[in-house]
């Protein structure tokens, strides 16, 4: 008696080692896995096919078994969805050096500083600008302060930027 096992994975392949074993008796694997969307299904085919020996005398019919194993992995939870959290409101503080954008970053009004950051003999530099680009052209008005100073911040400014100075405090 001769044995063969042959694996497949289409349908075709199962037609095909079936015919295969008519001459003699066959054990035949089938594993049909593949990419499926979640979730995911894995099945495991085997079919053992018996045929009698070429030396036989005739026998009756070839005996197929079928054995479907079947698994299915559920999809993991959906993660939870993100808070969102409202943009901050603009502050009614600027810190003494960096560059903030009118309306997101600061409100408009007017703000006092108490002056130059680190002490007398230094100064203090602000400026309101139409755009954030650094060119000269952009701004609208700009002082070096020694001493305590008041700027004006206006809805229509885009940017204003300090440097060196101590906080701005919105007062109107």
Do not use: H
Not at 10 to 16: C, D, M, S
Not at 30 to 38: K, N, R, Y
Not at 85 to 114: C, E, N, Q
Not at 142 to 148: A, I
């Amino acid at each position: 008696m001769r044995t063969r096992t042959i694996t497949i994975v289409t349908a075709a392949g199962l037609l095909a080692a079936l015919t295969a074993c008519s001459n003699g008796s066959a054990a035949v694997t089938a594993a049909a896995t593949g990419p499926v969307p979640q979730p995911t299904v894995t099945q495991t085919v085997t079919v053992t096919v018996t045929a009698p020996a070429p030396s036989a005398p005739p026998a009756p019919a070839v005996t197929v078994t079928v054995t479907t194993t079947a698994t299915v992995t559920a999809p993991p939870p959906a993660p939870a969805p993100l808070a969102e959290t409202a943009p901050a409101a603009p502050a009614d503080t600027i810190d003494g050096s960096g560059t903030f954008l009118v309306g997101t970053d600061i409100r408009p009004g007017t703000y006092r500083t108490a002056g130059p950051a680190g002490g007398s003999g230094r100064m203090c530099y602000w400026e309101r600008a139409r755009a954030a680009d650094g060119d000269l052209d952009s701004i609208i008005a700009n002082e070096n302060l020694t001493g305590q100073g008041v700027v004006t911040i206006k809805k229509s400014d885009v940017v204003f930027k300090t440097q060196g100075c101590q906080s701005w405090t919105k007062t109107g």
